[in-house]
């Protein structure tokens, strides 16, 4: 019988695993097979609502990077709040390195803003690296917009890491406030809030960004800080 794991190794492209290898230092190269995210994604789908979907769900913790990927794509797939909540509370733990975290957005949670929003406080508060990763990434998802709070920069701005992939999603965070919240992020940047590798990492990122006009670009570039 062909299980999920003889189907990820069947996906297996050697000069992609060297790749990503590269790419996602925290996962040693032997836990990697290279199998690319479409893939993932359609065996996600061909899975989707099956027996050997659930248990492999309950199965805590995966040893390939493509397990802990379809894992996340799988969770996606789960439209009901409440189920989808508890399998991500159990996996979050599990999850070691950024590409896994940031390839987890399921599509449920954007149905239910307040509790979710209540959910980030606890991530945020972790003293799990890609929980709180998560927690940001999720709060910079789904709260820039329309249900924006001026409290939640701050929330962001607290959170105190010697974590390089902490410390860098707080970065894109507020370089993605200065593009659609300039008004509420740009306070601290000029006042300091940030840490300094985080306070430039995240003027880099919004000069680079093409949904920051030029005009505010040229403040930022002003805000730039050497010590």
């Known amino acids: 019988m062909t299980t999920i794991r003889d189907r990820l190794y069947a996906l297996a492209d050697e000069k992609n695993a060297a790749f990503a290898a590269k790419l996602i230092p925290t996962v040693p190269p032997e836990r990697i097979l290279g199998a690319r995210t479409p893939e993932l994604r359609r065996l ?3 899975l989707k609502g099956t027996r050997e979907a659930e248990r492999f769900l309950d199965t805590l913790p995966h040893e390939l990077l493509e397990e802990n990927h379809l894992h996340a794509f799988l969770l996606e797939q789960i439209r009901d709040y409440d189920a ?4 991500l ?4 733990p599990y999850i070691d390195n950024w590409a896994t975290c940031d390839s987890l957005s399921p599509k449920v949670l954007k149905k239910h803003r307040p509790e979710l929003r209540e959910k980030i406080r606890d991530w945020l508060q972790s003293d799990r690296p890609y929980t ?3 927690g940001v990434k999720m709060l910079m998802d789904h709260f820039l917009d329309r249900d924006f709070d001026p409290g939640d920069p701050e929330l962001v701005a607290q959170l ?3 974590h ?3 410390n860098m999603v707080r970065a894109w965070y507020f370089a993605t406030a200065l593009a659609r919240q300039y008004e509420a992020a740009l306070p601290f940047l000029e006042n ?3 840490d300094l590798w985080t306070h430039n990492k995240a003027i880099q990122k919004a000069i680079e960004s093409y949904r920051v006009p030029e005009e505010h670009k040229q403040r930022l570039r002003q ?3 050497k010590s």
Do not use: G, P, Q, T
Request: hydrophobic share 45%; proline share 0%; with cysteine.
């Open 44 to 46: 996600a789908k061909e």
């Open 84 to 87: 989808c909540m508890a399998a």
């Open 89 to 92: 509370e159990r996996f979050l």
């Open 132 to 134: 709180v990763r998560f």
């Open 160 to 162: 105190h890491w010697d």
């Open 164 to 166: 390089y992939y902490v």
């Open 192 to 194: 300091d809030r940030l």
């Open 223 to 225: 805000l730039k800080r």
